[in-house]
């Protein structure tokens, strides 16, 4: 499957729609609305602090169950990150391969039928469209969440597969000398075309371009077939991987 869910390097996440609070956070973290969601929220340790302590957590979570808020999700952490978290009772939500490429050998890409270009502002609504299509309801991105996506790092690369409509798109996304491919989808009736492909290799050459040292990415366990994408372009798996962790909070305790 030529997906991938990337979280951008640690920020809050816009809240574009204006209905959707974020609840308030501490110190060491911070939570805003998950992807739409009222009655979900993401929390993320504060990047240049020390790490949260489990009372902390804790403390957000009294708070965020007094918003309405049912359920917490993190972000994706490294397992010297998820102690806090784990000691007050969060769980496992789902596991992810971190991958990283050095930008030195990059393949060529094959033909593709698909126009590759930038994308116009007219052209977001068509990329959520793939996106729903693309990803399980749980990971999908809204409005909010591809705006954050685009505007996460100082700069990005937002590219689509024109086929006489947007059928794929990507996100890639430079802070200093380290890229982040943050978000690939391609519609599943148009996988196996090596639209994936060639977008990862587009955004991965923008970078280099721009004298990137590394590029990194991140997907799901599960999702043999975006691992195999990325180790054939020269992703090298990492020796620790990601999780992302949930808890049941409020009413649903």
């Given at each position: 499957?030529?997906?991938?869910d ?6 809050l ?23 739409g ?6 929390i993320v ?18 708070t965020?169950?007094r918003s ?7 972000g ?29 050998d ?9 126009r590759?270009r ?13 996106d729903?299509r ?14 954050d996506?685009?505007?996460a790092t ?9 086929l006489?409509r947007?059928v ?13 491919l ?5 519609e ?5 075309q090596?639209?994936?492909?060639a ?24 999702n043999?077939?975006?691992l ?5 372009l020269g ?10 962790l ?5 009413d649903?305790?």
């Amino acid at each position: 499957m030529d997906y991938a869910d990337v979280p951008p390097p640690p920020r809050l996440p816009a809240d574009g729609t204006g209905a959707h609070r974020p609840p308030v956070g501490s110190r060491a973290l911070r939570t805003s609305a998950w992807r739409g969601h009222d009655d979900v929220a993401l929390i993320v340790p504060r990047p240049g602090v020390a790490a949260p302590t489990p009372s902390e957590v804790e403390a957000v979570i009294d708070t965020v169950a007094r918003s309405g808020v049912r359920r917490l999700v993190t972000g994706a952490l490294a397992p010297i990150e998820q102690g806090p978290f784990l000691a007050v009772g969060f769980e496992v939500h789902d596991r992810l391969h971190l991958l990283r490429h050095d930008l030195v050998d990059l393949p060529a890409a094959r033909p593709v039928t698909a126009r590759l270009r930038r994308a116009r502002r007219a052209d977001h609504d068509a990329a959520l469209v793939v996106d729903a299509r693309a990803f399980d309801p749980f990971w999908r991105l809204d409005r909010a969440g591809l705006d954050d996506a685009i505007g996460a790092t100082s700069a990005a690369r937002f590219r689509v597969a024109d086929l006489a409509r947007v059928v794929g798109y990507a996100v890639t996304g430079r802070a200093g000398d380290r890229g982040y491919l943050q978000r690939l989808a391609v519609e599943p009736e148009h996988r196996g075309q090596g639209l994936g492909a060639a977008l990862v290799l587009d955004g991965l050459r923008w970078l280099r371009r721009r004298h990137v040292a590394t590029a990194v990415v991140n997907t799901q366990v599960a999702n043999i077939g975006a691992l195999a994408l990325y180790r054939r372009l020269g992703f090298v798996p990492q020796p620790t991987g990601l999780t992302v962790l949930t808890l049941v909070v409020g009413d649903g305790q």
